[in-house]
């Protein structure tokens, strides 16, 4: 199976990364079931990277229907250890405009209908989310994205609702009464399994409209989003490519070792079946404990 140290979750309008070489198409099966799709494994400038598009190919997947804990499990298999995620985005502020990126650092979560964790059936794990994205990798993030002269936003509060229903007005002006950046619907529960991986995550989020609050706007429509997408996807692109090749080639960051002090079920009480499903996430912690 080749190997990438980077992976690239691609949101709407975000279907490849350009420039790679050495390409191969993986299909991969794991203890949670299938990916989104086959993962396109290459190189760019000499560094592994693993592309996934989370919605799958012709993006067939709703927000609730990806698969969020094949698609990090899959990743950590390839030896992923810095993931870096495109999500598309409606703005609570004015000053963060349709065509911007921002680059977010905290997140509210109004799912209810996902998986949102690899810790269940026997086996009891509480990851430090605190801050639920990798400050490293967001900081080479938001560096890449004034050297390419976008638009960017250094740290914000995205909420992650359902879907895939846009909001409605009441529900928009309470979450801009939180003092809430931004609103899309996919960085949970992918942020939280990928802490449990020990993966560093960090969100391109890119906006494309003003949500539902701003009625001096037309609604939020596909069309509208999907001509505005195209112009951030070229930019997170280049972004994309910056980035990975200042990705620290080692890691001194919360994600590096976010389980050394999760897991709370004693060793003999994981139940065998969970321990070989989890083999890849927690065995170097239960080496010796049988």
Same mark, same amino acid.
Request: proline share 6%; net charge negative; glycine share 8%.
């Given at each position: 199976?080749?190997?990438?140290?980077?992976?690239?979750?691609?949101?709407?309008?975000?279907?490849?990364?350009?420039?790679?070489?050495?390409?191969?198409?993986?299909?991969?099966?794991?203890?949670?079931?299938?990916?989104?799709?086959?993962?396109?494994?290459?190189?760019?400038?000499?560094?592994?990277?693993?592309?996934?598009?989370?919605?799958?190919?012709?993006?067939?997947?709703?927000?609730?229907?990806?698969?969020?804990?094949?698609?990090?499990?899959?990743?950590?298999?390839?030896?992923?250890?810095?993931?870096?995620?495109?999500?598309?985005?409606?703005?609570?502020?004015?000053?963060?405009?349709?065509?911007?990126?921002?680059?977010?650092?905290?997140?509210?979560?109004?799912?209810?209908?996902?998986?949102?964790?690899?810790?269940?059936?026997?086996? +009891?794990?509480?990851?430090?989310?605190?801050?639920?994205?990798?400050?490293?990798?967001?900081?080479?993030?938001?560096?890449?994205?004034?050297?390419?002269?976008?638009?960017?936003?250094?740290?914000?509060?995205y909420v992650v609702?359902?879907?895939?229903?846009?909001?409605?007005?009441?529900?928009?002006?309470?979450?801009?009464?939180?003092?809430?950046?931004?609103?899309?619907?996919?960085?949970?529960?992918?942020?939280?399994?990928?802490?449990?991986?020990?993966?560093?995550?960090?969100?391109?989020?890119?906006?494309?409209?003003?949500?539902?609050?701003?009625?001096?706007?037309?609604?939020?429509?596909?069309?509208?989003?999907?001509?505005?997408?195209?112009?951030? +996807?070229?930019?997170?692109?280049?972004?994309?490519?910056?980035?990975?090749?200042?990705?620290?080639?080692?890691r001194h960051c919360?994600?590096?070792d976010a389980l050394?002090?999760?897991?709370?079920?004693?060793?003999?009480?994981?139940?065998?079946?969970?321990?070989?499903?989890?083999?890849?996430?927690?065995?170097?912690?239960?080496?010796?404990?049988?």
């Amino acid at each position: 199976m080749p190997q990438a140290k980077i992976g690239v979750i691609g949101g709407t309008g975000l279907y490849g990364v350009e420039g790679l070489t050495d390409i191969e198409e993986v299909d991969i099966n794991t203890p949670f079931g299938q990916p989104s799709n086959r993962i396109i494994v290459g190189r760019l400038e000499g560094l592994g990277i693993a592309f996934l598009p989370r919605h799958g190919k012709g993006h067939h997947l709703s927000p609730t229907e990806v698969p969020y804990q094949a698609n990090i499990y899959a990743l950590k298999l390839l030896g992923v250890e810095h993931i870096i995620a495109t999500n598309s985005v409606g703005s609570f502020k004015e000053e963060i405009k349709p065509g911007d990126l921002l680059i977010p650092d905290q997140l509210i979560d109004r799912t209810r209908s996902r998986i949102n964790t690899f810790f269940t059936e026997g086996i +009891v794990g509480h990851i430090p989310f605190g801050d639920p994205f990798c400050p490293v990798l967001s900081q080479t993030l938001y560096e890449a994205a004034q050297e390419v002269g976008a638009s960017a936003h250094n740290g914000g509060t995205y909420v992650v609702m359902e879907g895939p229903a846009f909001s409605t007005r009441a529900e928009s002006r309470l979450y801009r009464s939180w003092g809430a950046d931004v609103i899309g619907m996919t960085a949970l529960p992918e942020a939280k399994l990928a802490r449990e991986a020990e993966i560093c995550y960090a969100v391109i989020a890119c906006v494309t409209d003003y949500d539902s609050w701003h009625e001096r706007r037309e609604p939020v429509t596909v069309d509208v989003i999907l001509n505005i997408q195209r112009h951030n +996807v070229d930019t997170a692109r280049q972004m994309i490519k910056l980035a990975a090749a200042r990705v620290p080639k080692e890691r001194h960051c919360i994600c590096a070792d976010a389980l050394s002090t999760a897991l709370v079920t004693a060793p003999e009480y994981i139940p065998a079946e969970q321990r070989q499903k989890l083999e890849l996430l927690i065995g170097k912690y239960l080496k010796g404990d049988k």
